[in-house]
């Protein structure tokens, strides 16, 4: 079974940090491209980060760029989500995904439908 699992989310304070885990199993991350996407109460989808396994881009929203880095550990199969300077708009479920190829780049990502995800974490930002 194909599987993809988040972890690290919870209550952070504004300028806080949190790093984001998203494990697989079932197959080898290290042959697909990976994303991380967020979802804020009443607001749309959002892709904030893209890692592509072919070229090795990367890409960042606006919005968290500069904030955030994304990273893998193949030896793990475990994709990771580092977010600094956190800040109360960052609050947001957040999703892993992935697929064997995926839009990393301005835009790319508000129409993506990648195959697999994961079924979120919450990350609250508040003091």
């Known amino acids: 079974q194909l599987q993809l699992v988040e972890s690290g989310g919870g209550l952070v304070q504004p300028g806080g940090s949190l790093r984001l885990s998203c494990a697989a199993s079932g197959f080898t991350l290290d042959h697909y491209a990976v994303a991380w996407f967020r979802q804020a109460p009443g607001k749309e989808r959002e892709g904030i980060s893209c890692?592509?396994?072919?070229?090795?881009?990367?890409y960042y929203a606006d919005s968290v760029k500069g904030r955030f880095t994304i990273s893998r550990d193949n030896a793990k199969n475990v994709v990771y989500l580092q977010m600094n300077n956190l800040t109360p708009e960052d609050t947001a479920v957040y999703y892993c995904?992935?697929?064997?190829?995926?839009?990393?780049?301005?835009?790319?990502?508000?129409?993506?439908?990648?195959?697999?995800w994961g079924q979120g974490t919450q990350v609250t930002v508040s003091s």
């Open positions: 995904a992935a697929d064997v190829w995926l839009p990393c780049f301005h835009g790319g990502l508000a129409d993506a439908k990648p195959d697999y």
């Open positions: 890692h592509s396994h072919t070229d090795g881009s990367t």
